[in-house]
């Protein structure tokens, strides 16, 4: 029998798929369209019991590893935070809500910003899907370049601004930090989550040394076992204001700008 070498059992000649690249993108797309059937017969989902939420999700989008220590980290962070029944909150880098719908529990409202529209649209979902739409609302905004106008224009959105919850990515939240110490528009309290240690203490001293913020409580969870990495836990609550950056405050920026931090540009997931 005349051999065939060209035929496959996918009904896909070696000639159709081209290069190894091509290859490789075939084989992803077959495994991205298993995942999604798979997560339509059983939705994955992250459970965080202690607030009666389910996030729902799909395998590429990102959440937390660690699930058991992730139920304990969104615990802390909301007891850390001291939200009250009356309480208006704003959580940056929101995501699919993993903060946001707890302290929708806990709060009169919050909002979430997060700089994906898809992902504003999978947390809207979400606290649906969780009884929580009246409680919440969510933003699609580039926190990259979040500015002073952006804050006036939240904090008027929402008749005020109670507590603030922030969980960057590893570049951090530098351009918040600096709206946040330059306002006179305060929250009573800032929690700021982080996978990056330099860049919180970065943004840290930014917020005390050029806002007058100080640091009531601080810590760290091991969210990567057998790793160099942790995921670390900061408070933060308003004071006087300094009249003029201070040597320090000027120093950090000096090492700011040589750091190129300043330039951080993030491809956002649509």
Not at 162 to 182: F, N, Q, T, Y
Not at 258 to 263: E, R, V
């Amino acid at each position: 029998m005349p051999k065939t070498p060209h035929s496959s059992c996918s009904g896909y000649a070696k000639s159709d798929i081209g290069s190894p690249l091509q290859l490789v993108q075939f084989v992803l797309q077959l495994f991205f369209l298993g995942c999604d059937l798979l997560c339509h017969a059983h939705p994955l989902g992250l459970q965080l019991p202690e607030f009666g939420v389910r996030i729902n999700f799909k395998p590429t989008d990102f959440t937390q590893v660690n699930h058991e220590l992730n139920e304990t980290m969104v615990s802390r962070a909301v007891r850390l935070l001291g939200v009250e029944p009356e309480h208006k909150v704003a959580d940056f880098f929101c995501g699919l809500g993993n903060f946001t719908l707890p302290l929708a529990t806990c709060a009169s409202h919050v909002t979430g910003i997060e700089g994906s529209d898809a992902l504003v649209a999978r947390a809207r979902q979400g606290a649906a899907d969780n009884g929580l739409a009246e409680k919440t609302d969510f933003v699609a905004r580039n926190l990259f370049t979040w500015c002073d106008q952006d804050w006036e224009a939240l904090w008027k959105k929402m008749g005020g601004i109670d507590r603030v919850l922030i969980d960057p990515p590893r570049e951090g939240a530098l351009a918040l930090s600096r709206v946040l110490a330059a306002t006179d528009k305060r929250p009573a309290r800032i929690v700021y989550v982080s996978c990056n240690p330099a860049t919180l203490a970065r943004d840290c001293a930014i917020l005390h040394h050029e806002g007058g913020w100080h640091i009531r409580a601080a810590g760290i969870m091991n969210m990567f076992p057998h790793t160099g990495h942790v995921e670390s836990i900061a408070v933060l609550e308003p004071g006087p204001r300094p009249e003029k950056k201070s040597e320090e405050a000027e120093a950090i920026e000096r090492r700011i700008a040589a750091s190129g931090d300043d330039d951080v540009k993030m491809n956002l997931p649509q």
